[in-house]
T-cell receptor
Framework: DQQVKQNSPSLSVQEGRISILNCDYT??????FLWYKKYPAEGPTFLIS?????DKNEDGRFTVFLNKSAKHLSLHIVPSQPGDSAVYFC?????????????FGTGTRLTVIP | ETGVTQSPTHLIKTRGQQVTLRCSSQ?????VSWYQQALGQGPQFIFQ???????GRGNFPPRFSGLQFPNYSSELNVNALELDDSALYLC???????????FGSGTRLTVV
């Protein structure tokens, strides 16, 4: 039972434009959400996170939006750069302290075209 | 400051065999989690160790077991390997918070 879903396996965007990656979840107990980026032959790298008490968190070119009522979050990358090309995983946890496991989505492969 | 290192990087085993995967945590990190990532899937939580004690377990059978040592390095052991155990195994260490998780590059296990 996939509790975190990324329904778009791939996304292509022109350099300089906005990339929007989407994620849906089913578990209402999730309290903390994260995005990870993964390059081939490397482990996932933490990108940005958001607590359930917020609806937006911004870090440079990256912004995560959370809509708790819709159980939906999205990652916006503006402007997109070729170096952003990677697989992006959405993850969620019931615990903000790190004591519980992370539930990951299946990933979205982003390709930024120069 | 070194990151998380995993060994070996690749491994081929025969069905029914046993395997041990190793992880060296990032300096200062006392929590380690192991994840299994099957092809085309996201990582799935196997278990977590905190100060040498198991601190949570995902939906994996008992033939998946682990250890954490006093220096916070860790092992994942899988007995009676099955073909479906073929996957990338990721180790992640943390000082205790999710945003502090650092993942290793993983061990690619192939069971034939």
């Amino acid at each position: 039972d996939q509790q975190v879903k990324q329904n778009s396996p791939s996304l292509s965007v022109q350099e300089g434009r906005i990339s929007i990656l989407n994620c849906d979840y089913t578990n209402s107990m999730f309290d903390y959400f994260l995005w990870y980026k993964k390059y081939p032959a490397e482990g996932p790298t933490f990108l940005i996170s958001i607590s359930s008490i917020k609806d937006k968190n911004e870090d440079g070119r990256f912004t995560v939006f959370l809509n708790k009522s819709a159980k939906h979050l999205s990652l916006h990358i503006v402007p997109s750069q070729p170096g952003d090309s990677a697989v992006y995983f959405c993850a969620a946890s019931e615990d903000q302290t790190g004591a519980n496991n992370l539930f990951f989505g299946t990933g979205t492969r982003l390709t930024v075209i120069p | 400051e070194t990151g998380v290192t995993q060994s070996p990087t690749h491994l081929i085993k025969t069905r029914g065999q046993q395997v041990t995967l190793r992880c060296s945590s990032q300096s200062g990190h006392n929590t380690v989690s192991w994840y299994q990532q099957a092809l085309g899937q996201g990582p799935q939580f196997i278990f977590q160790y905190y100060r040498e004690e198991e601190n949570g377990r995902g939906n994996f059978p008992p033939r998946f077991s682990g250890l954490q040592f006093p220096n916070y390095s860790s092992e994942l052991n899988v007995n009676a390997l099955e073909l479906d155990d073929s996957a990338l195994y990721l180790c992640a260490s943390s000082a205790g918070t999710h945003y502090g998780y650092t993942f290793g590059s993983g061990t690619r296990l192939t069971v034939v």
